[in-house]
């Protein structure tokens, strides 16, 4: 398993409008408010294979984002010691 994140910081160029699952290099479930999609034409199964790569790109991953987590948790025990998010 493979998790990465893409911290707050990164200049995005993209959004996430809705989750979407690549399944293969034929298919890609896409899953709005009310409904889910199977997405099989090859011209859009590569936008959602685009958008996945882009994304990618940005994430931490290994060292990195471990080190990132670690940041962001110190700072809410920070905030939870001062009581300064009150």
Known sequence: MD???IPLSARQQDIANHSFV???DRTVTVETVHAEIVVTDPRDVALYVDKFER???MAL???A????LEGVRNDFLR???TGWAE
């Open 55 to 57: 994304f990618a790109s």
């Open 3 to 5: 998790i990465r994140i």
């Open 79 to 81: 905030e939870q010691e």
């Open 22 to 24: 690549i399944r293969d």
């Open 61 to 63: 991953a290994g060292d």
């Open 65 to 68: 984002m471990r080190t990132m």
